[in-house]
């Protein structure tokens, strides 16, 4: 079925720093890809997603690639802020059913 | 819109409880998804529902879990007997059905078992 991984944290760097974190999928067909964030005490959000390949979902400054060559979705961000630490979530549609499959989660800390 | 309401936020209870955990979906929306988040597990899909009919229920872990879903603004999940190692975050998520595959979380539930 269909499955995601994703880079494993903690993630720490400093305010401005340039972001990435990986997820790589295996899929069948060319699903949705998104990316959620999880701030301290909240639930999931959904950050941005792309429907089909070669799409660029942005969102607060996020970006990610929909790449079939490399079946990945890397997150990117150009200058973190403290206010980006979180938990970040690469996940995709499961396999024949309505559900989405998450990946482990990648925490962010941001130092000022 | 409020968007998806649980309650309650924080549940304490000791063994053997029995724990009820309430979820109102996005109005309009189709399907309604349980998911429990642990630290060794991640997010796991519980159940879920489509048009307040269980599609999915392979991911409860054992028959003291049970949810229902009575009408399109509630559900509930229900542990009885608690135990432990249920002790986890207890998300619901809805999603609209034939517009797209997006999923909407709400707050959580953080359960406690003694």
């Known amino acids: 079925g269909n499955s995601v991984t994703q880079m494993e944290g903690p993630v720490t760097l400093s305010e401005e720093a340039f972001l990435t974190i990986n997820c790589t999928y295996t899929?069948?067909?060319?699903?949705?890809l998104f990316w959620y964030v999880q701030y301290p005490g909240e639930g999931l959000q959904l950050l941005l997603k792309?429907?089909?390949?070669?799409d660029k979902g942005s969102n607060k400054g996020f970006e990610a690639t929909y790449r079939k060559e490399t079946t990945s979705f890397h997150l990117e961000k150009g200058s973190v802020q403290v206010s980006d630490s979180a938990v970040y979530f690469c996940?995709?549609?499961?396999?024949?059913?309505?559900?989405?499959?998450f990946g482990s989660g990648t925490r962010l800390q941001v130092q000022p | 819109d409020a968007g998806v309401i649980q309650s309650p936020r924080h549940e304490v209870t000791e063994m053997g409880q029995e724990v009820t955990l309430r979820c109102k979906p996005i109005?309009?929306?189709?399907?309604l998804f349980w998911y429990r988040q642990t630290m060794m597990r991640g997010l796991e899909l519980l159940i879920y529902?489509?048009?307040?009919?269980?599609?999915?229920d392979s991911g409860m872990p054992e028959d003291r879990f049970s949810a229902k879903m009575p009408n399109a603004s509630f559900s509930t999940l229900k542990i009885q007997p608690s135990e432990p190692r249920d002790s986890a975050v207890y998300f619901c998520?809805?999603?609209?059905?034939?517009?797209?595959?997006?999923?909407?979380f709400g707050p959580g539930t953080r359960l406690t078992v003694l």
């Open positions: 109005s309009g929306h189709d399907y």
């Open positions: 529902f489509n048009n307040n009919v269980p599609i999915d």
């Open positions: 792309a429907t089909k390949a070669d």
């Open positions: 998520a809805s999603n609209p059905g034939t517009s797209g595959d997006t999923q909407y």
């Open positions: 996940a995709l549609p499961d396999t024949g059913r309505r559900a989405l499959t």
């Open positions: 899929a069948t067909g060319y699903p949705s």
